[in-house]
């Protein structure tokens, strides 16, 4: 893909951005089964003919919805410690996770489609990617060893969030961004993520 | 429902048991949209009546696909310490993620049927319970201190499994059960896990 068809401006980025705002309100609303090349065109008011040349299937669609969603400036708070930047990223996530219904069906969209999967992949991956400063600031501040696998504790700290709030499908607990990364924080500066 | 209709005995049992497993075929094999009342009642062998009498729907049938799961003797092991017992809990959540095709399945019906997800949630919740003797263990040898809250213990440990095989679709890293394992418990033993 093009540079120029990834960051279209002027017409064809207001068609990108109605069809992925139809496509999404689709999703939310009436769920992945709904979504289809003809509802987003109609939905939308851009030719079929558009749509489907450029995001082909539904596939298409949710991969560049994710897309577009990286296409941001977001980097992880500086608190000044390691377990206060991990509690700031997890309440993020925990209000995407309860407040953003979006979010969710998009994580149910990817057991449906493969390319929505590998774009939610995709997508984590970079935000993993973007959070390993918060690692390294506290691996030069002292706090937590040289070594320590910043992957290994951002998930640490982030996948019991997944967990509970996507597949146990817990009631949201207030208290449970402070938990995970008190958790990880504590593990990490005992070692328990520094590579062997 | 009384305990006769909960735990059959011979023919119903055997009506059970070929309901249930066309259901987990059918599912594993052409997955949550090819399933029907109709479609299990012709691969089991079971008149359409029968299944639609007692499970009602196809949430009805994966609902006491996880409820027949529960119905089992599992313990955790016993390995003397807490880390052992930890990674042996999630080198058997590992294979079940990895080879056994129903389990992701189950969790990708979830999505789609209110009473799938209510009983993998119970499921999951009941096996939690039986682990809290694990972290009971560990606290009587002194491993980590009174008043660790086994649940929140639990999911640090085994939510880095499900967040990286299930959500993010990781390639499977056979450091992964001992990597989560060591992370949750060198948190327990440094008293991230207590109730305030």
Redesign the interface.
């Known amino acids: 893909m093009t540079d120029r068809a990834r960051r279209p401006g002027g017409r064809s980025a207001t068609v990108r951005r109605r069809v992925l705002d139809a496509t999404l309100a689709q999703l939310v609303q009436h769920g992945y089964d709904s979504l289809s090349i003809d509802v987003v065109a109609e939905r939308s008011g851009v030719h079929r003919t558009t749509v489907y040349r450029r995001w082909r299937d539904v596939g298409g669609l949710l991969a560049d919805v994710l897309n577009e969603a990286a296409d941001d400036a977001w980097l992880p708070p500086d608190t000044g410690t390691l377990e206060g930047d991990l509690v700031a990223v997890n309440r993020e996530i925990c209000t995407a996770l309860t407040d953003e219904p979006v979010t969710v069906a998009l994580?149910?969209a990817?057991?449906r489609s493969g390319q929505a999967?590998e774009a939610?992949?995709a997508f984590?991956?970079e935000r993993y990617d973007r959070c390993a400063g918060l690692v390294r600031r506290a691996v030069e501040r002292g706090e937590i060893p040289a070594g320590t696998d910043a992957y290994?504790l951002l998930?640490?700290a982030?996948?019991?969030l997944?967990?509970?709030l996507?597949?146990?499908?817990?009631a949201a607990d207030a208290r449970l961004p402070e938990?995970?990364a008190?958790?990880?924080a504590?593990?990490a500066?005992?070692?328990?993520?520094t590579t062997r």
Chains 1, 2 share one sequence.
């Open positions: 994580i149910a990817s057991f999967a939610l992949r984590w991956t290994r998930i640490a982030t996948a019991p997944y967990h509970e996507v597949l146990l499908r817990s938990i995970a008190r958790g990880a504590t593990a500066r005992a070692g328990a993520f």
